[in-house]
């Protein structure tokens, strides 16, 4: 992914020594900006939730929208929160492989969330046709079948919905709406012949197969006492270990020119499989530990930075990229949200299937992804992009507070007792 980056000398730039020889532009004030946004946006979210549950990455979004260029301009596109940011994007689609539950996914609830994203990417192919009847339609329509699964985790959690039957259900989706459009940004927006990309693609899962196969059926007794040993010293084993394979996975996605979001997602699936058979207090404690790496320090940056690039004068520019922010905004609920509402599980009640399709319209950081690609390639205009991140943005902010608003109240009146069960 890539964000427009600047630094401007006589604004605060200064730089830092990268190597021997060379310096990477860094604007002060963004540098310490940035963290301080972050560290006021969990108070805020705090403070209104005497009224409303908002979700932390709304604040931090909406903070670096205020602060950035697009109003106050105190803080500054450059490179090196620009690299941070893209790391932050990779910890997130790290922490998604790594939380998903794949024996509770398994089998129905995964065929369906797959049959679901099926059909919204023919929905979302016509929408992006009938919008710009060119090459842009095929960004516009992958971008409109994307799930922010990596977003949806922590609101899951932090509201007590990640390990019910209906969060397994939502997570089915969630995993089909990332990983999916990862697989069709690779095929069709690589700039390579379909074949071509197919056939690197295929290079990619024989490689991450052969890593996912080795890590689950390896002994790892040795590697969970080296684990156990470093647990709470400066060697930190584990931590260092994960780090490792995903940078290894998302250098490999770049060597191979994939999308590195594909290999981070990859790493997560083979870091979980890596920590099973660990002790419970163990594994806990890893899980504490890079969750605080990736909500606390690295994922908070790639949406503050999001905010911070976002065009907010090329959305408002011209009124026919105003009205495609509400008209995107709604193809989400239609193409992605309808879809996952008419395939949940079978039995769910009325208000779990509206909560399961606005949980599954939440889209953003593939949509940034895709409309970064599609800008660049000259595809794609910068107003119908900002109109497609600002949809995206939209999406984040109302769909899962809708979404949890329905679940809590549907939850307080009686439910059947077949609703108390797993649904497969």
Known sequence: MTHPA????????????????ARVQVDVPTLVLIPTIAAIAPLATRAFGRWIAIPVVIFEIVLGIALGPSALGWVQPDAFIELLSDFGLAMLFFLAGQEIDYEAIRGRPL????????????????AGWFVEPDAGAVFIGIALTSTALGALLPILRDAGLLRTPFGVSVLAIGAAGEFLPLIAISIFLSGRSPLHAAIVLLAFAVITGLAIWRASKGDGRRLHEA?????????????RLV???????VGLSIVLDLDMLLGAFAAGVIARLLLEGAPESDRRTIEVKLDGIGFGVFVPIFFIYTGVT????ALFADTRTAVLLPLFTVLLLVVRGVPSALLAPPGAPPHERVSTGLFG?????????????GVEAGD???????ALVGAGLLSLLLFPLTAIAITNRGSRRPRQESNLRPRD
Not at 6 to 21: N, Q
Not at 111 to 126: D, E, K, T
Not at 361 to 373: S, Y
Not at 380 to 386: E, F
């Open 243 to 249: 780090m490792l394979v995903l940078l290894a996975l």
């Open 380 to 386: 794609l205009d910068s107003g119908t992009a900002s």
């Open 227 to 239: 684990i156990a040993a470093t647990l709470h010293t400066s060697g930190q084993f584990a931590i």
């Open 6 to 21: 600047a630094a401007r000398p006589g604004t605060g730039s200064d730089s830092i020594r990268a190597t021997k020889g």
């Open 361 to 373: 319209a939440t889209g953003l950081p593939i949509i940034v992804a895709v409309t970064a690609i």
């Open 310 to 313: 976002f065009d907010l004068e």
């Open 111 to 126: 065929a369906r969330a797959s049959i679901g994203w099926a059909i919204s990417l023919v929905l979302g192919l016509a």
